[in-house]
Nanobody, 123 residues
Framework: QVQVVESGGGSVQPGGSLRLSCTAS???????????MAWYRQAPGKQREFVAT???????NYADAVKGRFTISRDNAKKTVYLQMSRLNPEDTAVYYC??????????????WGQGTQVTVSS
């Protein structure tokens, strides 16, 4: 079974930090590999937006809103992507979703989505 599971969300005060994790589970990932791994977020009443991505060669790209505050990284052996978030502010409050792109036949080329993890930044 192919699954993507996020963890690490929670509540934090402005200026605080959180680290999100997302693991792709299923032995088939080892056979076919993983391309890019990315984080998106969706705030209440807003569309889902891109946050950050890391390619198979560890190249990274960030949304302007998080540059300098968030760091994305991946551990290929663990099939896991991380999002280290620092200097959080209330505008970062959202459900954070992981997206994993893989060449596994039959799966969407747009990637597999996790169920999301809530991040709330509030005093």
């Amino acid at each position: 079974q192919v699954q993507v599971v996020e963890s690490g969300g929670g509540s934090v005060q402005p200026g605080g930090s959180l680290r999100l994790s997302c693991t792709a589970s299923g032995n088939i990932f080892s056979a076919y590999g993983i391309y890019a791994m990315a984080w998106y977020r969706q705030a209440p009443g807003k569309q889902r937006e891109f946050v950050a991505t890391v390619g198979s060669g560890d190249s990274t790209n960030y949304a302007d809103a998080v540059k300098g505050r968030f760091t994305i990284s991946r551990d290929n052996a663990k099939k896991t992507v991380y999002l280290q978030m620092s200097r959080l502010n209330p505008e970062d409050t959202a459900v954070y979703y992981c997206n994993v792109q893989t060449p596994i036949p039959g799966l969407s080329p747009l990637g597999i989505w996790g169920q999301g993890t809530q991040v709330t930044v509030s005093s």
